[in-house]
């Protein structure tokens, strides 16, 4: 009897330490695991080089503009008072659609490069005055002078005076200045949204659907679509270096991109194109900055 007990107890040891073997055995199993991280972390990780953004020598420059979330470069034009396609073009862009956040643009035209706005052709009856020479313009006067006695010699203006006369008939008003514009109302009805340089960046002017979108003065058309959020169909006008004008939530536009258009021309008709009601919103820019259009628009 004593045997078997003793069998009993040794053969209990046995599978104690065979048990005690067996959890032991576990961080064996887990040793690869380890081993492996280990390993991992003993190779030395190679960084990787981050590109910059394209034009990133020029960020803080005066004349450049650093991309934000949610930019295009219709919204940069309108805000830096310049032609996307300028934009475009004064930065290389192949793809017009495509810029990324941080990349660094030039929103001013490069140096010797002046933006000039095309005058638009006035069509009706129109008396032009062509720039004459000397010679022509020496003659003109001759003739259209009143007929003197044979005694007294008709007196020839001198070639001085010839050639200034038409010089100063056709001397430009200074590119840009408020008096290049003389401004009238974009639509007939009343303004029921008013200026708010955070809220409201023009003037809201009620109507019908299909009423006429008038040029509020001179200029070419930058932009014509609805590419801009929040705007709907619009068409931006380029005055001059200065002025910018922008027409939003139009029905049907009635002008492309780069036409010259005259002050009162139809360009597009009014409608609630991305607005809850019809009207046209009507902004004014200033170098690309907004401003109040009532204090250019005349008292109606």
Known sequence: MSRILNRAVVLGAVVSLLSLAGCGSSPMNRAPVEDRGASTSSVPTVATAVKPPPG??????????????????????????????DIARWNNLDNPNHIEVGQVLRVVPPTGEAVVVTKPVTTGAVTTTPIATPAA??????????????????????????ASAPASAVAPVAAGSDEDLAWIWPAKGVVVGEFDEAKNKGVDISGAAG????????????????????????????????????????????????????????????????????KLHFEVRRQGKPVDPLKYLPAK
């Open 56 to 85: 990133f020598e020029n960020a803080g420059k005066p004349g450049y503009y650093t991309v934000k979330p949610g930019d295009t470069l219709i919204r940069i034009g309108l805000d830096s008072g310049q032609s996307n396609k």
């Open 137 to 162: 313009a020496a003659a003109s006067a001759a003739a259209s002078a009143p007929a003197k006695p044979a005694s007294a010699p008709a007196a020839v203006p001198s070639t001085a005076k010839a």
């Open 211 to 278: 009423d006429p979108v008038l040029a509020s003065a001179d200029g070419k058309v930058v932009y014509a679509g609805a590419g801009l959020r929040g705007y709907g169909n619009l068409i931006i006008l380029k005055h001059n270096n200065t002025f910018l004008t922008a027409y939003a939530h139009n029905q049907s536009l009635l002008v492309k991109e780069d036409q010259v258009v005259k002050k009162g021309q139809k360009i597009a008709e009014m409608g609630n194109s991305d607005a809850d009601k019809v």
